[in-house]
């Protein structure tokens, strides 16, 4: 018989050897005792003198164990020297420096010192056999609910129950003495911990917020924006990430009067949540001091619902995918003052990240991605952005998942199976679908994260950025989407052409119809919601809030009946093809101007308000109208404020327009502006006999400059520029 590692490995850990009274490099003699006694009872990861480090481990069993060859593989780098043996109750201790170890603890002798340093902001440790396998493994971290006071405030971590689960943060607790007790019983047993971050999920708890700001800091934050041309103006706009424009400015922030310093505060966002006025915002109590928190948080996510006027759809959605079996983050609600200036209310969502997976999974060390226009196809799979394990980018889980892809019908489920956790994929899909969430993976490969877990090694789906819930719409392709099903995904659109896995995903739907969309529960929660957030509304809010809930109440009233008749007795066909990269494209360019006068944009008449030029070449055509007129002046509901149109008619009866919108107070004589599509959004609309007198979106304006040679924002006010730009089709 052949001999493999893995075999002499299981060896090994049957031949542990018996009872001896003394040295740990004395031979023993009796009975074997099984490794599993063996276990990790106190970390010290961030003492004030960084050499201080040291893990404790303790041999819980009744026999002695021999742990020669055996060595740290994760985390920090250390063997145990051959022939070390671990007695019935004994502490040994492997530390960091020798000198910085031997000066904090000179009665206490360490059985080595290994290389490398614990991680500060948490990491997996794991003990291996001399072969390699693991033996033993934990993931600690240094957010809430792992005891907070170990990170750089002197404590060590103690475990509370040794035949407990190590990776269960509640399971341990901050040592009684400031450096802890290595090598020795802990004097005090650790009490009974709760998780401090369930309090301010509370559902029923409305967080009051103040943040305190340097005003020029918040300022500039308001006004950071992501330039739209620069996510996708570029045939190979989906080769990486969508990076963030987004930086930390140093703040003061209460919540309920619990008041922390000096940590960093930025606006977040991608397109359609974006706002100067009212941005939402991420606090990172940690950003400028290690180990600071908030009753356990590490960082608030805070949305300001630009999307859904009720403000309830995240805290309702998560909930409903919660109650299906899937994990998403708790939610609850905020208002949020800055420098004293009342904001409104806000959405607050409990982050993604380790503290979430080790809640929802038997480990948080695997793998998260986030998805941003990201699908297992070559154009969109490099958009995923990898949130952990940064240092392992080689990404070989989701090419796996591309690679499946390319498989026959019949070979499909069986492939994936090895890959995603798909009975829970099935459950995800059919919720986005419930949920009505076209900007999703299955309906727009948007707002979602997959986990890698570890203990399966299945990428699991996470709902994200879910506040365009209880409608449908098209999505960014153009497409028409069915209202009982969403596919534009390649995942889902794979599964749903093949009539087995199809009538799989139907059976999901009609499951969770049955155990998850309870009307009369739904309704339910909206009254609770409701009666918590309307008092922080203002009466304009208030209007669109009771509109917009009472189309959430007619969705969930009407639900069960479409779908059912929809995908009842045999569902529809989809019929939409996979859509191309979303990356614009050149079709021409524009050189204009104007000259007219400010008050005039709402006319009925732009030739009679003003007058100009507009030349235009698309698709390699030259445009000319023969007439030009222009406007200018405020606008309202634009969060930009002012506008300007230029508009050509044309030979053939028909018009095309640019409309340009900017902020008033960037409008200044002699001033330069760019097409950004933040700050700066140009437009060109053709409409007329051809299109039903209905305005259609031709293309954006970039790439070139918007001039302003005269500007008077009183009523009759001059106003006289120039531009010129170049125009990308888009895929809106």
């Excluded at 040994?92 to 910085?100: K, N, P, Y």
């Excluded at 922030?253 to 505060?265: A, F, L, P, S, T």
């Excluded at 634009?638 to 902020?663: C, H, K, Q």
Aim: hydrophobic fraction near 40%.
């Amino acid at each position: 018989m052949k001999l493999t590692l893995q075999m002499i490995g299981l060896l090994l850990g049957a031949m542990l050897l018996a009872p001896v009274a003394n040295a740990q490099t004395r031979r023993p003699t009796g009975r074997l005792s099984p490794l599993s006694a063996l276990a990790i009872t106190e970390i010290m990861y961030h003492p004030e003198d960084p050499g201080a480090e040291f893990i404790e481990l303790i041999n819980s069993g009744v026999s002695q164990i021999k742990i020669g060859g055996f060595r740290f593989s994760d985390g920090i780098s250390f063997v145990f020297p051959a022939g070390v043996w671990v007695q019935p109750g004994e502490r040994v201790v492997v530390a960091g420096s020798q000198e910085d170890f031997s000066a904090a603890y000179p009665d206490v002798t360490a059985v080595g010192f290994y290389s490398g340093k614990l991680s500060n902001g948490g990491e997996r440790l794991a003990l291996s056999y001399p072969t390699g396998q693991v033996l033993l493994s934990l993931r600690y971290d240094d957010d809430a609910p792992w005891p907070t006071e170990a990170d750089g405030l002197g404590n060590s971590m103690v475990i509370s129950d040794v035949s407990g689960d190590p990776d269960d943060p509640l399971n341990w607790c901050a040592s009684a003495a400031i450096g802890g007790s290595p090598g020795e019983v802990e004097p005090q047993a650790c009490p009974p911990r709760l998780d401090l971050t369930d309090a301010i999920f509370d559902p029923d708890r409305l967080l009051r917020i103040e943040i305190e700001l340097d005003p020029a800091d918040w300022e500039a934050l308001r006004h950071q924006e992501r330039n739209l041309f620069e996510l996708f103006a570029d045939e190979d706009c989906l080769a990486e990430p969508f990076g963030s424009p987004f930086t930390y400015f140093p703040g003061t922030v209460r919540v309920d009067g619990e008041q922390v310093e000096n940590v960093g505060v930025r606006k977040k966002g991608f397109l359609g949540s974006l706002s100067r006025d009212k941005p939402s915002l991420k606090i990172k109590f940690n950003e400028y001091a290690a180990g600071r928190r908030l009753s356990g948080l590490r960082r608030m996510t805070l949305n300001n619902a630009r999307q859904d006027p009720s403000f309830l759809n995240q805290c309702l959605g998560y909930e409903l995918f919660r109650k299906s079996g899937i994990p998403a983050p708790r939610c609850n609600f905020a208002t949020i003052k800055v420098n004293g200036a009342d904001l409104g209310l806000y959405v607050h969502v409990e982050s993604v990240r380790e503290r979430f997976l080790a809640r929802h999974f038997e480990r948080n060390d695997g793998t998260l991605y986030e998805g941003t226009i990201s699908d297992f196809r070559p154009d969109f799979v490099d958009t995923f952005e990898q949130k952990t394990n940064r240092e392992n980018d080689d990404r070989l889980d989701l090419d796996a998942v591309v690679g499946v892809m390319d498989v026959a019908d019949e070979e499909l489920k069986a492939a994936l199976e090895e890959l995603i956790d798909l009975d829970a994929f099935f459950t995800f899909w059919a919720m986005e679908v419930l949920l009505g969430h076209w900007d999703g993976y299955a309906g727009n490969t948007n707002n979602f994260f997959v986990y890698n877990d570890p203990s399966s090694e299945l990428l699991h789906f996470i709902p994200w950025g879910i506040d365009a819930l209880f409608n449908l719409g098209e999505d960014l392709g153009g497409g028409t989407q069915q209202p009982a099903v969403l596919a534009t995904s390649v995942l889902a659109r794979r599964l749903y052409l093949y009539q087995p896995t199809r009538d799989l995903y139907v059976d999901r739907v009609v499951e969770l119809l049955d155990t998850v969309w309870d009307e009369a529960a739904i309704h339910a929660e909206i009254d609770r919601m409701s009666s918590l957030v309307t008092p922080s509304l203002t009466a304009e809010e208030f209007v669109a809030f009771n509109q917009s809930v009472l189309l959430i109440r007619n969705f969930v009233d009407d639900r069960r009946d479409h779908l059912l008749s929809v995908l009842l007795p045999e569902p529809p066909l989809w019929e939409e093809p996979l859509r191309d990269p979303l990356c614009f494209v050149t079709i021409g360019e524009t050189w204009a101007d104007f000259d007219t006068t400010w008050g005039t944009y709402d006319l009925i008449d732009p030739f009679q308000a003003g007058n100009g030029s507009l030349n235009l070449v698309l698709h390699d055509e030259t445009i000319e109208p023969f007439l030009v007129g222009s406007t200018a002046g405020f606008t309202d509901g634009s969060e930009r404020g002012a506008a300007v149109l230029i508009l050509g008619a044309l030979p053939n009866g028909n018009f095309v327009v640019i409309l340009i919108e900017t902020d008033p107070d960037l409008m200044v004589g002699g001033s330069d502006l760019v097409f950004d599509f933040a700050a700066t959004v140009g437009l060109l609309v053709y409409f007329g006999p051809d299109t039903g007198y209905e305005p259609q979106l031709v293309g954006l304006l970039a790439d070139g400059n918007l001039h302003f040679e005269e500007v008077s924002t009183v009523p009759g006010g001059a106003i006289r520029g120039s531009l010129n730009a170049t125009i990308y089709e888009t895929f809106f």
